[in-house]
C-alpha cells in the first residue's frame, strides 16, 4: 500500500483551512476564544481577551520563513543541477528520506527540465520574498500565533519535496544517469513561466505600494497605521500579493503537469490564500467606510 506522507500533510492543512474557514466566516461568534484566536493573525487578529493557551509571536518573523527558504531551494537546487549536468551521485539518506516521504513506490511523472525549471523558479520567488521582507515592508506590531509560523517552515520544505521526489534522478542512486534536454521544454514550461514572471512583478509592485503607506517621500517610516492601498492590482482586488501567489503556484502546476504530489501544494495554497484574501478584504470594509465598493478580495470581479 502507498503511504504518500506529502500527500496526507498537505490534504489535512488544506482540509483544515477550508473547514475553520467556514467556521470563521459564517458562525464566528459561537466559536471559543481559543479557536478563533488559533486561525486569525495581523491586523484582522482577535481582539478580545485572549487565551492563555496561545502563543503568539510577532507578525515581523515571517521572515525567517524566507531566510530557510532561499537558502532550503538553494541547496536542493545546486544538487540537481550537480545530478543532472555533472552526474553527481543521490545521496542514498536522501533517497530514504524521499521514499519515507513520497512512498518507495514514487516514479519520476515530470522531465529534468519540468523539474529543474520547477525549482529554479520556486527558489526564484524564495529570495524575492527574502528581499521583500527584510528591505521593502515595514510590519507593524501585530501578531501570528505560533501554529502559522510553524506552517510556513512546513510549507516550504513540502513544496520543495513535492518537485524532487517525482523528479528524474531522485528516485534512486543507481542506473543510468539523467539525460537532459532543451527539447523537452513544453509550451507548459513556456507559458508557466511567463504567468510566474509575470505575477512575481505585481506581487513585488504590491509589497511597494504598502510599504510606501508607512514611508514619506525620503523613504522614512512615519507610520504602522492601516491605510488603503491603491494602484496596480489594488484597483481590482484587496489582496493583490495573495492573487500573485496563487498564479506563482498555478504556473508551476502547468510545469509540473503529470506531477501526482505538486497539486496538493497548489490546492493548499489557494484555499490559504483565499482565505487570507477574504478575511483582509472584509477586515478593510469595515474599518474603512468609503471603501471601493467595486474591489474584490482576491479574483478580479468575481470574488
Not at 231 to 253: K, Q, R
Request: hydrophobic share 50%; aromatic share 16%; net charge positive.
Amino acid at each position: 500500500m502507498e503511504f504518500n506522507f506529502l500527500k496526507i500533510v498537505l490534504s489535512l492543512l488544506t482540509i483544515s483551512i477550508v473547514v475553520m474557514g467556514c467556521l470563521i466566516n459564517n458562525v464566528e461568534k459561537h466559536l471559543p476564544v481559543f479557536f478563533v484566536q488559533t486561525f486569525r493573525f495581523g491586523k484582522f487578529a482577535y481582539r478580545g481577551s485572549p487565551s492563555q493557551l496561545i502563543v503568539e509571536v510577532p507578525k515581523s518573523w515571517f521572515r525567517h520563513f524566507y531566510v530557510f527558504a532561499s537558502v532550503f531551494t538553494t541547496l536542493f537546487l545546486v544538487l540537481m543541477c550537480g545530478i543532472y549536468f555533472l552526474s553527481w551521485e543521490l545521496p542514498h539518506w536522501l533517497v530514504i528520506l524521499l521514499d519515507l516521504l513520497a512512498s518507495s513506490n514514487r516514479r519520476a511523472h515530470v522531465s529534468p527540465v519540468s523539474s529543474l525549471l520547477a525549482l529554479s523558479l520556486l527558489t526564484v520567488q524564495a529570495w524575492h520574498r527574502f528581499y521583500e521582507t527584510w528591505f521593502v515592508c515595514v510590519y507593524s506590531d501585530t501578531k501570528m500565533n505560533v501554529i502559522h509560523y510553524i506552517v510556513g517552515f512546513v510549507h516550504y520544505i513540502g513544496s520543495v519535496m513535492a518537485i524532487v521526489a517525482e523528479s528524474p534522478g531522485f528516485i534512486d542512486n543507481k542506473g543510468l544517469p539523467t539525460i537532459f534536454q532543451l527539447k523537452e521544454i513544453t509550451l507548459g514550461n513556456i507559458y508557466g513561466t511567463l504567468l510566474f514572471l509575470w505575477a512575481l512583478y505585481h506581487q513585488n509592485r504590491a509589497a511597494v505600494l504598502l510599504a510606501n503607506l508607512r514611508k514619506d517621500r525620503k523613504g522614512s517610516i512615519v507610520t504602522l497605521e492601516h491605510r488603503v492601498p491603491h494602484g496596480d492590482w489594488f484597483e481590482l482586488v484587496s489582496s493583490p500579493h495573495n492573487l500573485a501567489e496563487i498564479l506563482m503556484y498555478l504556473a508551476l502546476t502547468f510545469i509540473l503537469l503529470g506531477s501526482n504530489t505538486w497539486p496538493f501544494v497548489f490546492l493548499w495554497v489557494l484555499s490559504n490564500q483565499v482565505e487570507t484574501a477574504l478575511l483582509t478584504h472584509w477586515w478593510y470594509k469595515s474599518k474603512f467606510k468609503d471603501y471601493p465598493a467595486t474591489r474584490k478580495a482576491v479574483i478580479p470581479y468575481v470574488l
